[in-house]
T-cell receptor
Framework: EAGVTQFPSHSVIEKGQTVTLRCDPI?????LYWYRRVMGKEIKFLLH????????ESGMPNNRFLAERTGGTYSTLKVQPAELEDSGVYFC?????????????FGPGTRLTVT | DAKTTQPNSMESNEEEPVHLPCNHS???????IHWYRQLPSQGPEYVIH???SNVNNRMASLAIAEDRKSSTLILHRATLRDAAVYYC???????????FGQGTRLTINP
């Protein structure tokens, strides 16, 4: 079974440019999450999809970030325009829709560097 | 979200047991105790979770104190591959997001 995949693995862009990160969850997983770790900080939740619907956007830092999940499959996270403080590692995770506390499967992350 | 406290770092030797502590004195009755770990250059990886009773799986054991204010992740026989940052996370029943702290950086000596 293929795990969560993320593309690209690394992106270097200049301040003011736009970057789009992609996440392909495990097939059949309705829950999809985005997290990120910026320099020296803890991993922070950004948002949660159930299928194509955003369930929780409480962690999105500002309106420069836009997440979509077309058709409830893969998801994209666009940063426009990118700022220096957006540099960090962006993780995607997915899980099945089950009651109780169940595990999330994480991708390897996309390292974003804004110069 | 209830807070967890873990030591910043721990060190152990290969093939020896490792006990990773976590304090969560403000835990509520519906909080599950989750452990994830992050190997170098990888995303976090689920290890184990529990509510009240001790739990065992192929990766580790989770010992939960009777008052649930602390727990211990036990790696029975550490290998070099177990070197990682280990996160103890409380997750309320029904909640979806994970709230990561600083975790414990575990070093395994050959």
């Amino acid at each position: 079974e293929a795990g969560v995949t993320q593309f690209p693995s690394h992106s270097v862009i200049e301040k003011g440019q736009t970057v789009t990160l992609r996440c392909d969850p495990i097939s059949g997983h309705d829950n999809l999450y985005w997290y990120r770790r910026v320099m020296g900080k803890e991993i922070k939740f950004l948002l949660h999809f159930v299928k194509e619907s955003k369930q929780d956007e409480s962690g999105m830092p500002n309106n420069r970030f836009l997440a979509e999940r077309t058709g409830g499959t893969y998801s994209t996270l666009k940063v426009q325009p990118a700022e220096l403080e957006d540099s960090g590692v962006y993780f995607c995770a997915s899980s099945q829709v089950l009651a109780g506390g169940r595990e999330q499967y994480f991708g390897p992350g996309t390292r974003l560097t804004v110069t | 979200d209830a807070k967890t406290t873990q030591p910043n770092s721990m060190e152990s030797n290969e093939e020896e047991p490792v006990h990773l502590p976590c304090n969560h004195s403000t835990i509520s009755g519906t909080d599950y105790i989750h452990w994830y770990r992050q190997l170098p250059s990888q995303g976090p990886e689920y290890v184990i979770h529990g509510l009240t009773s001790n739990v065992n799986n192929r990766m580790a054991s989770l010992a939960i104190a009777e008052d649930r204010k602390s727990s211990t992740l036990i790696l029975h026989r550490a290998t070099l591959r177990d070197a990682a940052v280990y996160y103890c996370i409380l997750r309320r029943q029904g909640a979806q997001k994970l709230v990561f702290g600083q975790g414990t950086r575990l070093t395994i000596n050959p």
